[in-house]
T-cell receptor, first 118, second 106 residues
Framework: GAVVSQHPSRVICKSGTSVKIECRSLDFQATTMFWYRQFPKQSLMLMAT?????????EQGVEKDKFLINHASLTLSTLTVTSAHPEDSSFYICSALNPGGAYQETQYFGPGTRLLVL | KNEVEQSPQNLTAQEGEFITINCSYS?????LHWLQQHPGGGIVSLFMLSSGKKKHGRLIATINIQEKHSSLHITASHPRDSAVYIC????????FGTGTSLTVIP
């Protein structure tokens, strides 16, 4: 089946540094990818929709200058957490929309990236 | 074998019917999520469960930790409930079921 990878799976960084998370669709081209965030013991939250070749669409309350999204190719979207702070520590999950999937526009999820900001 | 199995894969119901979607998992988890995806849309998180039962409107989710099984029920189904429903288990990482495509016919 379709596979979406994320890298890194875990990252620990110092406060003030920037962290880049990659999301790749390995065997299909994804014009649309989504980025989610999950706080401990809470459910998923959609952060933004990433469209290849255009600017990402951010959900209300998500700072676009804080969470930079680049969808430069049909198989890669990156999320950069700029000037990370401890409150940015979270589990970040991407998903990629496969227009040729089992269902119309099936969405496949990456395994997630656990970010810890010290 | 997938860590999270959902059934059925596809489901068609008449408006007003009671619907059940099942999810079984084989990994240790800290929580189980039920997600909803409408065509072309992002995921909406319906429930997060670690034990027992939760209800929101016409939706009910239950989980049996010992049996490693969860169910999502929709009462008085409506065409707007038509979507893909995904079970996701949170352990060391996210394990996702393949989804159940639900179509509710008026």
């Amino acid at each position: 089946g379709a596979v979406v990878s994320q890298h890194p799976s875990r990252v620990i960084c110092k406060s003030g540094t920037s962290v880049k998370i990659e999301c790749r669709s390995l065997d299909f081209q994804a014009t649309t990818m989504f980025w989610y965030r999950q706080f401990p013991k809470q459910s998923l939250m959609l952060m933004a929709t990433s469209n290849e070749g255009s600017k990402a669409t951010y959900e209300q309350g998500v700072e676009k200058d804080k969470f930079l999204i680049n969808h430069a190719s049909l198989t890669l979207s990156t999320l950069t957490v700029t000037s990370a702070h401890p409150e940015d520590s979270s589990f970040y999950i991407c998903s990629a929309l496969n227009p040729g999937g089992a269902y119309q526009e099936t969405q496949y999820f990456g395994p997630g990236t656990r970010l810890l900001v010290l | 074998k997938n860590e999270v199995e959902q059934s059925p894969q596809n489901l068609t119901a008449q408006e007003g019917e009671f619907i059940t979607i099942n999810c079984s998992y084989s990994v240790g988890i800290s929580a189980l999520h039920w997600l909803q995806q409408h065509p072309g849309g992002g995921i909406v998180s319906l429930f997060m469960l670690s034990s027992g039962k939760k209800k929101h409107g016409r939706l009910i989710a239950t989980i049996n930790i010992q049996e490693k099984h969860s169910s999502l029920h929709i009462t008085a189904s409506h065409p707007r409930d038509s979507a893909v429903y995904i079970c996701a288990a949170t352990g060391n990482q996210f394990y996702f079921g393949t989804g159940t495509s639900l179509t509710v016919i008026p």
